[in-house]
């Protein structure tokens, strides 16, 4: 990866540096990860780590142990990793590699080091964030590369890095990009991906399929407790709670989508996809929407997966693959999948607002006086080895 701008005209002053208070800037982006190949022992490692995050099984640490050790690990590993090697390619890793192709194409906008990271797998966070502390970078913006928020995606990539930046830099100042499930920008690059792939096409049906999750996390993120699922409504009706509310912000990026394209809600369908079982998940289910669909008439689809900027397993074999043949099977004529924001341009147009905006911040804060609390100065100390 070439994390600096190729090119870009020699400042006279270094414009990396937050100049009131002398600390470098970096751009941390961070994925969900993927195992180092196909081989079901390396496919074992990644689920271990995956699934036994806190919060992706949430259940006590012995239980969570128990659950992976004696009905995940012994049986999925081998399934999952025959599921990789369908979409594996001669360099690795499509999620991998996506998204160090979207660094590079973010670093040749931006005159600050930008670096890549998973939440699970290599490169670590640690890594990451290790890096960019030994060339220099005091003042770091970390994106999530998920639009919505959710315990088990937005949430830990969040917490995993402030933890591991108070033990490798603990100088370091840490900005993490909220989530931008409704922003403009956002909107108008799915909106543009879409376009390229349904031009021309007549589709009955547009499916929004999103990752799912227990509907335990979106209770959990209710501070009232009486809420979210408890009506039919709850995600339609403003309320505090849909500002950590998985499925509420799922419904408008679709809501968002559907007015930016002009589609009516007739033509547009959400569900959700990659569920466990043991308990109730959000519903309703993609698979079982493709199976229903061509027996209520809807013989044509296209796809998208707007949870995921990056192709992915889920993506690539549960999506385009299986789910086509699901629909299929069932009747349907017509399955057209569009890939996610991948290296698209439109999508490098967000990163690169994330990254002006959160350095005209620090230009406020700077014109303002330096009314930041924060007093970290560019010697500090390098990374932890």
């Known amino acids: 990866m070439t994390p600096d701008a190729p090119g870009a005209p020699t400042p006279t002053k270094d414009s990396t540096m937050d100049h009131e208070h002398g600390r470098k800037q970096g751009v941390l982006l ?19 780590e995956f699934l036994g995050d806190e919060r992706v099984i949430d259940v006590p640490a012995p239980v969570r142990a128990a659950v992976l050790e004696l009905f995940i690990l012994p049986f999925r590993p081998k399934r999952s990793a025959e599921a990789y090697e369908k979409i594996w390619t001669d360099d690795g890793s499509p999620l991998v590699l996506s998204t160090y192709a979207v660094a590079d194409k973010l670093a040749d906008r931006v005159d600050v080091p930008v670096a890549v990271a998973m939440r699970y797998g290599d490169p670590s966070i640690a890594e990451g ?107 339609e ?27 009516p809600s007739s033509k547009l369908r ?42 992915c397993l889920e993506t690539l074999e549960e999506i385009a693959m299986e789910g086509r043949e699901e629909f299929m099977d069932a009747g349907g004529k017509e399955f057209v999948y569009i890939p996610c924001l991948n290296e698209h341009d ?14 005209a911040t620090r230009e406020l804060v700077a014109l303002d006086g330096g009314a930041s609390a924060d007093a970290h100065d560019a010697h500090d100390e390098p990374a932890a080895q």
């Open 129 to 235: 964030l290790r890096g960019l502390a030994n060339r220099g970078v005091r003042d770091l913006l970390v994106v999530p590369l998920y639009p919505q928020y959710a315990q088990s995606s937005y949430e830990t990539v969040a917490a995993k890095a402030l933890e591991v930046a108070r033990e490798i830099a603990p100088r370091m100042r840490v900005t993490i990009q909220p989530p931008f499930y409704s922003a403009p920008d956002y909107i108008e690059a799915l909106h543009t991906v879409a376009s390229e792939h349904l031009e021309g096409v007549d589709y009955d049906v547009l499916l929004h399929s999103y990752h799912g999750i227990p509907e335990r996390h979106i209770r959990k993120g209710d501070p009232s407790g009486t809420y979210c699922l408890n009506y039919q409504s709850c995600c």
């Open 30 to 48: 961070i994925n969900l990860g993927s195992p180092n190949s196909t081989d079901v022992e390396d496919v074992r490692a990644y689920l271990r």
């Open 346 to 359: 439109a999508w490098i147009d967000v990163l690169e607002r994330f990254v002006r905006d959160f350095r």
């Open 270 to 311: 959400v569900s959700f996809q990659s569920r466990l079982a043991g308990e109730p998940w959000l519903t309703p289910y993609t698979d079982k929407e493709l199976e229903r669909f061509p027996t209520d008439g809807i013989k044509r689809i296209a796809v998208m997966c707007p949870a995921f900027v990056s192709d």
């Open 237 to 263: 009706r403003p309320h505090p709670a849909q500002s950590m509310c998985y499925r509420h912000q799922c419904y408008e990026t679709t809501r968002l989508f559907a007015e930016r394209a002009g589609i």
